[in-house]
């Protein structure tokens, strides 16, 4: 029997025309239109926050919380975050409140409760690696006889194992064996070698079929299996993509899609070069010929046919033309040599501490490696991004370098993410604008007390945050942010919930009523006469300026000798 699925879509058990290896699809039974929500999974087979996280993330709804205490602050004084009591019995797995835990009982805890006095006696924890608990999950359902749980793992077209593939790899298959193993002593089973072998195609199909969760600007965690979903196929080019909302996954489209079209999500970070993708996708066993792989396409190639470029004339890179012929120089890089480059970047190995001259010389190695895509100007490709974007991250929480974290962000947003990510309703390109917002309010503070000249250096930066209006450039980003929210993620999303409640919070102020005025019509009709022409003076000139440090900020630290270096000398 086929999984139930939500109404738009059904599943195609036709040989895949193009895809040998692909026995079944998910189908479109109607039209959507890009950022529409295709489908909903709000019953899955698993779904489990990671290992440790277990204990700061409500078992049932995936909540991300702190576990409540004995101290008047209840949760290391965590704002807005949700308190998390643990199971009275075992201690281990915390929820949210009442209802959430006998919600969680009902599904399983009632049967893995148990398996948490086994582990602490065992090995002295109160948590389980995840592959281990979603296996453990898995084998007590099966034996408690759950109809949907042996549909999908025991049903001759169930969930696709892979067993033989995964055998291939002598590591991982090593490590699966051992997770296997520790699974099934766990869950209090015996030990013999026809349930070790269950466990193993357990473990197969959760690998196989299971999404990641992972969220680190949210702090969300975990793995989510529907069997429903676990039939959608890959595509480096896909038309849709999920998110996740605590226990529910959300299917939505990326571009148009037709009746009777395969819908399409990208397993891996499709934004790699070739042979990465080709790498990460080795353990899903399948070799990808999609548009983007058969013609060996680089981001600025996608980003040119796509049908999404005409919405970003409502983003913070509204120069079309530029999206349509970017600015590069494709003659200073060859795509052997980005493929050479990825590899050695990704084999730098980094520091292990937090020494931040380790961490900066780390850094250095990486855009040393970087420096032919820099004078191509292929900021979009990888790995430029993620070595500007890991330096912003850095810098963001450091006391001494957040201000320069916001000329790296503006720079990510204008100059690389709309390329990499054509859809401006993409999250990751709305969770961009709310960083940039942050910063820009933390460094508003500094600007108004004029201490921000005493912590920047550069004078460019101070000067243009010294005459900018940082306030209506924090609410139109906000109102950008809450715009392309509102079609590509759930309303319930923390990003978009957190940049609602600053919008309102600006609106409130007082003495601004032109300005907000002025920024309501432009994000009602961005061809809007006076609004655009506010948007484009007192926004996007600012944020395009503050762009233009970026690389100057980025070869002036990452281009000079280390001062530990210098002393030696």
């Known amino acids: 029997m086929p999984p139930h699925l939500p109404p738009g879509i059904r599943i195609n058990h036709d040989h895949h025309p193009t895809h040998p290896g692909k026995r079944r699809s998910l189908v479109a039974t109607q039209s959507f239109s890009p950022g529409s929500q295709i489908a909903t999974f709000s019953n899955p087979l ?7 996280s277990m204990r700061t993330t409500c078992n049932y709804c995936l909540r991300v919380g702190s576990q409540d205490t004995d101290s008047p602050n209840g949760g290391g004084g965590q704002q807005q975050q949700q308190q998390l009591r643990a199971c009275t019995a075992c201690k281990a797995a915390v929820y949210c409140n009442a209802t959430c835990q006998r919600a969680h009982w009902r599904a399983v805890h009632k049967l893995e409760c148990k398996m948490f006095t086994r582990v602490r006696e065992n090995v002295g924890k109160d948590w389980l690696p995840t592959p281990v608990r979603a ?22 077209d169930g969930l696709e194992a892979n067993v033989e593939g995964f055998k291939a790899y002598e590591e991982v298959w090593k490590d699966f064996e051992l997770q296997a193993t520790a699974a099934v002593v766990y869950a209090g089973l ?3 070698e026809e349930m070790l072998a269950k466990a193993r195609e357990v473990l197969c199909k959760i690998q196989t079929n299971a999404f990641n969760r992972l969220d680190a600007d949210t702090g969300m965690t975990g793995i989510f299996l529907d069997a429903g979903l676990a039939m959608v196929n890959h595509s480096c080019v896909p038309n849709a993509f999920v998110g996740f909302d605590k226990r529910t996954a959300v299917l939505r489209a990326e571009r148009p899609i037709q009746e009777g079209e ?24 399948f070799q990808c010929d999609c548009p983007r792989c058969w013609d060996d396409l680089d981001v600025y190639e996608v980003c040119q046919t796509s049908p999404h470029i005409h919405l970003n004339s409502f983003s913070l890179q509204p120069d079309l033309s530029k999206l349509q012929d970017p600015p590069i120089d494709r003659s200073k890089v060859t795509r ?10 990704q084999a730098l190995t980094p520091p292990q501490g937090d020494d931040e001259e380790e961490l900066l010389e780390f850094a250095r190695k990486r855009w040393e490696l970087c420096r032919p895509l820099v004078e191509a100007r292929m900021w979009a490709v990888e790995p430029v991004p993620t070595t500007i974007n890991q330096l912003a991250n850095r810098w963001q929480t450091s006391y001494k370098m957040f201000v320069y974290a916001l000329p790296l962000l503006c720079f990510l947003s204008t100059e690389c993410d709309p390329f990499k990510l054509v859809a401006p309703f993409k999250p990751w390109r709305i969770k961009g604008i709310v960083a940039i917002i942050k910063l820009l309010a933390l460094t508003g503070e500094f600007t108004a007390s004029g201490a921000l ?13 010294a005459t900018a209006s940082q306030v209506s450039m924090c609410e139109a980003l906000l109102r950008l942010a809450v715009h392309h929210g509102s079609i590509g993620a759930a ?46 003076n007192q926004v996007l000139r600012p944020i395009n300026t503050l762009a233009s440090f970026a690389p100057e900020i980025l070869e002036e630290m990452l281009s000079r000798r280390s001062p530990v270096k210098q002393k030696q000398k």
């Open 46 to 52: 698993i779904a489990l926050p990671d290992g440790a």
């Open 135 to 156: 296996v453990a999950q898995v084998l007590i359902l099966l034996k408690g006889g759950d109809a949907a749980v042996k549909e999908a793992f025991e049903a001759e």
């Open 190 to 192: 015996l030990e013999g």
């Open 262 to 285: 395969e819908i399409t999500i990208s397993y891996i970070d499709n934004m790699l070069p070739t042979s990465a993708r080709h790498e990460a996708l080795k353990l899903y066993h």
């Open 336 to 345: 052997a040599e980005i493929e050479i480059i990825y590899k050695k970047w």
């Open 453 to 465: 000249a005493t912590r920047c250096t550069h004078e460019g930066l101070v000067g243009t945050l």
């Open 491 to 536: 309303e319930d999303w923390d990003v978009l919930k957190q940049a609602k409640s600053m919008l309102e919070d600006l609106e409130s102020l007082e003495g601004r009523e032109h300005e907000s005025n002025l920024l309501r019509a432009w994000a009602k009709d961005p061809e809007d006469p006076e609004g655009a022409a506010f948007f484009e």
